[in-house]
């Protein structure tokens, strides 16, 4: 038996020092750090600096702004449509259903790099070719990278993209985890199908979507490449410019260390605070 | 009978009403990549629309080539991706044994801690990583820089954890009696036992490096010690750059991966899915 | 060759202890069946005597060696799970030789153990399969194999035939008869059947709550039982337990009235002193039933259902009164479709309990 618990130590222990090094030991150290006035030798203790400064520096006001407007529109219409999606991929009646799923699957392997490239040709306002289908069938021109608003669209059509097939693939293995027999059970009850999906598969899923949701959420404060790559560092003017973006601009570009982690602090507190209240909104009754 | 097919006739066109243009639109980034990688630039930039691939894959590629040696950058981005997951595979399933199959001091704190700072977003620890890697042990542009640090994704832990224990306690006694020691145990019976798992764990872990972005990007900053997807990100924010050059490179980062989606879907999407099963 | 000795033998999981003090002398060669029903602490004890748990206090020694401290491959024993714990990602040959394998042993050797472990057991042309592709029967008859390989000193049996179908158990039950005979060790085994147990023990460990409520050979459970516990959980079907009321008492006897079987007054041979309006449980096992006439006392019973099995019959009576009684009778066609029945109880068959399941002789 005393073999066997050195034995777990051993099993243990390699990984242990990795995540103690590389994620534990970075959580307690960022957190010091953003008491840190970071610009000048020797960095000294200046909460002011960085927790002072997050409180009235209007660029980062911009890019919460911004992140919040993208998490608002964008994780309900892609969780929504993704739940949809996951249902009509599931139906019996679908056709060519392994085409149908690469289709929305496969942006899940498609890099951040490779993507933006693609999309900033196809949108691109004189010969891009989505601007082409829009003129063609006779609307206005649109200036993706010019217009502020319509910058944000673009960032918030590019991650459903890319996200969509992503939390599709979650919610469908939790939809095929939903026993049959439920489901017959409600059509020899005279259950008609639209209702079985609202009374029946969607409070089964909503585990489930809910954990989509804090994923999702997650994942948008800490938008980063997209910004980064597609409309080219957060344009234009700042338009897109989202808490992750700023973070590196901050982190990387001027160096400020502590400024950033006091700014990754509320990236970190906004996403759990997030999360939470969505969890607490979906809690089960009782 | 008459009216149930029939209705089941609307439904099912109604659904492909649906399915047939939306899959079309997801579809068409992905077509659009491989279109504009063959095409001569001023194609690209011309007032005509082009849906049809043509032929100057190669010749954008050597373009591409000499902007930026991109064979070199896939070079590094499969040796990392590789040697990434082998490495993450072989931890995690270590710790994820430990903390199945083991009763030990320390191992409800442990998972605690796992768990409860998975969810925190990995901007928080981004800068003391950098901080530590790039300037305390001048470590930016080494192939340690690339592999270690993204080491601590505790994915697999959680993945092999659970696989681990959903086997028979039985199985693991029963080679105990036999004498078999237990570092064998888990390499003899329960690594063999948990090879779906471990599929899943290393495609998910494999892509996750190959398309990571952020950390090769603060890292490495040096042309030679570039990532594929760095090398590219490189390229788009210049003004006087080949777009078919990039989209070449957009390409050759995608394929492997499609090609690797195709073939192995099912561990794939098991991969994915267990996320939310824990 | 090797005998376990158990010696106060206490198990803690942190402070809840499921084993309270246990002794127990296997003697070499034996067959020990630990029976009691689920969470008796029998299949912990068994796995304490492999190694597979901690012992929380007391010793175990096996083949006169303390083994405490040892690890479960050096104790000389070898284990049968209820759940077979086969490799399915090795053939029945890798199954058998993997332990040895893994432990640097000879090849040939290796090779020579397997070919006679697979003719002992007749398994011999299933040695290429994957346990996947074996029948239940077959896949207990490797995991026996496996144990068979490391010729043991003391084979444990942890419930193997419980994931059986009726028919194969009684056959695999044979088999391991069969098997303790050819081979001649020391064998421990867990069953919650006391079928299993009455067939295959030369002697019966009964466990209840973490305790060792009596220690015998098989009929002498039987015949003998030490408290109203195995009193009912030996023997099928279970033994009637009639509730009491002592009416008088004389000098090497006392007189009883059946509560709730319509107040029939028996007197049953007995030492202890009673008092008049001490309450007791007379048990009568359903076979022990007479004919009218035949007893010391009659019971005349209501009918609830007969189950007819040619050769025998079951008769479940006086449901109503709260306290069924099971009478067995020899197959009388004439009395299919009887609603009352006379029976007699003969007084030299009964038990006597007190109210904490003490036996009172």
Known sequence: MRMRTRAAYGFLTPYLLIFAAFWVWPIVYSFYLSFLATRIQPWRFNPGMTWGRLVVDPAFANALKNTLIILVIQVPVMIALATLLAVLLNSQLLRARGIMRFAFFAPVVVGEAAYAAVFRLMFNADFGVVNKLITGIGLPRVDWFASPTAAMALIIMA?????????????????????????????????????????????????????????????????????????????????????????????????????????????????????????????SPK | MRSKSVSTLRRSIALHAVMVPLAIVWLFPIWMMVVFSTMPENAIFSPNIHLIPSDRFWANFNVLQGDTNFLRAIFISVVVALVYTVLSVMLTSMAGWALARYAFIGKGMVLTIILGTLTLPYFVVVIPQFIMVARDFGLANTWFALIVPPLFNSLGVLFMRQSFSMMPADLFDAARVEGVREWRIFLFVAMPLARPTLAALSIILFLASWNNYLWPLLINNRPDMMTAPVALGSLIGLTKVSWGGIMVGAVLLTAPMIAVFILLQRHFIAGIAAGAVK | MAGVTLRNVVKRFGSFEVIHGADLEVEDGEFVVFVGPSGCGKSTLLRMIAGLEDISDGEIAIGGTVVNDVEPADRGTAMVFQSYALYPHMTVEKNLSFGLRMNGNDKADTARRVERAAKILRIEELLDRRPGQLSGGQRQRVAIGRAIVRDPEVFLFDEPLSNLDAELRVQMRVEIARLHAELGVTMVYVTHDQVEAMTLADRIVVLRDGRIEQIGRPLDLYDDPANRFVAGFVGSPKMNFMAAEVVGAENGSVTVALTNQGGARLTVPAKNGFAAGDKLTVGLRPEHFGGAGEGDCELSVKVDVAEHLGSTSYVYANTASGEQLVIEREESRSEIGVEHLTVSIPAARTYLFDASGARLR
């Open chain 1, 159 to 283: 991650v459903t993209w890319r996200w969509v097939g992503y939390n599709a693939i979650i919610i469908l293995s939790g939809l095929q985890a939903i026993p049959n027999d439920v489901y017959e059970a409600a059509t020899l009850d005279r259950v008609s199908k639209p209702r079985q999906f609202f009374f029946i598969t969607l409070p089964l899923l909503k585990p489930i979507i809910l954990f989509c949701v804090v994923l999702s959420v997650i994942g948008t404060m800490q938008l980063f490449a997209e910004p980064f790559l597609i409309t080219n560092r957060g344009g234009p003017g700042g338009a897109t410019e989202t808490l992750g973006l700023f973070l590196y601009r901050q982190g990387f570009t001027v160096l400020n260390f502590g400024y950033a982690s006091a700014v990754a602090y509320t990236i970190a507190a906004l996403a759990i605070f997030i999360s939470l209240v969505n969890l607490w909104i979906g809690r």
